[in-house]
């Protein structure tokens, strides 16, 4: 398993920085722009920076930008993707297996939304992606997943990405689904709960927001 880290320049508490960083083993760390930022605030090297550098303090960009020991890819900012969309494209290109997001979810709603989209990159390559913050996790799904309980998280929602998901069952939870079609516009799959140590999600067709929430 090829596991990489990507820190973006969104929110990221000291905690939920902590958790991912020490209780995991990254091959590869990616900076992307202003996520270099925090890396720098709490003294890990990143194996890659990679932005059009137009959002960073460009004194800490200049404390690492000359090091051997780290690949600069500075992007062009009229460019047709986002930062953090370059920076999973780089993972994909160092054949991650395992992606975790720090950073991805901010102010800027419109980012926060384009990073939980281009989860359908990873998704279509068969590699598990998550966005995570210090009260979420996110990630996309379409086909059956198996969830071990997590006393982190209080609720589980999930939201079509595409315009309908069909065929949904859900088990081990309290407000269960059998073959059902959940559809864009609707709010029916919001703040469900795991009441069992293992929760399965059915799904025959299409993509889900599974979404992890601690309130």
Same mark, same amino acid.
């Given at each position: 398993?090829?596991?990489?880290?990507?820190?973006?320049?969104?929110?990221?508490?000291?905690?939920?920085?902590?958790?991912?960083?020490?209780?995991?083993?990254?091959?590869?760390?990616?900076?992307?722009?202003?996520?270099?930022?925090?890396?720098?605030?709490?003294?890990?090297?990143?194996?890659?920076?990679?932005?059009?550098?137009?959002? +960073?303090? #460009?004194?800490? =960009?200049? $404390?690492? @930008?000359?090091?051997?020991?780290?690949?600069? %890819?500075?992007?062009?900012?009229?460019?047709?993707?986002?930062?953090?969309?370059?920076?999973?494209?780089?993972?994909?290109?160092?054949?991650?297996?395992?992606?975790?997001?720090?950073?991805?979810?901010?102010?800027?709603?419109?980012?926060?939304?384009?990073?939980?989209? +281009?989860? #359908?990159?990873? =998704?279509? $390559?068969? @590699?598990?992606?998550?966005?995570?913050?210090? %009260?979420?996790?996110?990630?996309?799904?379409?086909?059956?997943?198996?969830?071990?309980?997590?006393?982190?998280?209080?609720?589980?929602?999930?939201?079509?990405?595409?315009?309908?998901?069909?065929?949904?069952?859900?088990?081990?939870?309290?407000?269960?689904?059998?073959?059902?079609?959940?559809?864009?516009?609707?709010?029916?799959?919001?703040?469900?709960?795991?009441?069992?140590?293992?929760?399965?999600?059915?799904?025959?067709?299409?993509?889900?927001?599974?979404?992890?929430?601690?309130?």
């Amino acid at each position: 398993m090829v596991r990489t880290l990507i820190v973006s320049g969104g929110n990221l508490e000291e905690e939920c920085f902590d958790k991912i960083y020490h209780n995991n083993k990254f091959e590869y760390i990616i900076a992307s722009d202003r996520g270099l930022e925090a890396l720098d605030k709490y003294n890990v090297l990143p194996n890659y920076i990679i932005g059009d550098f137009d959002s +960073i303090d #460009k004194n800490i =960009l200049n $404390k690492y @930008i000359n090091n051997k020991e780290i690949v600069t %890819r500075e992007l062009n900012p009229e460019k047709d993707y986002t930062d953090t969309h370059m920076a999973i494209k780089l993972a994909i290109e160092l054949n991650s297996t395992d992606i975790t997001i720090l950073g991805a979810i901010g102010t800027r709603i419109d980012h926060t939304i384009a990073n939980v989209h +281009i989860l #359908k990159e990873t =998704l279509e $390559k068969g @590699i598990d992606c998550r966005i995570v913050d210090n %009260r979420n996790e996110i990630q996309l799904i379409d086909k059956k997943t198996v969830l071990e309980i997590d006393k982190c998280y209080k609720y589980v929602s999930l939201i079509p990405l595409t315009t309908k998901a069909r065929g949904i069952t859900l088990k081990g939870f309290k407000y269960p689904l059998s073959n059902a079609t959940l559809e864009v516009g609707h709010s029916i799959g919001i703040s469900n709960e795991q009441c069992e140590k293992k929760a399965e999600i059915d799904i025959k067709k299409g993509i889900l927001i599974l979404i992890k929430s601690k309130d």
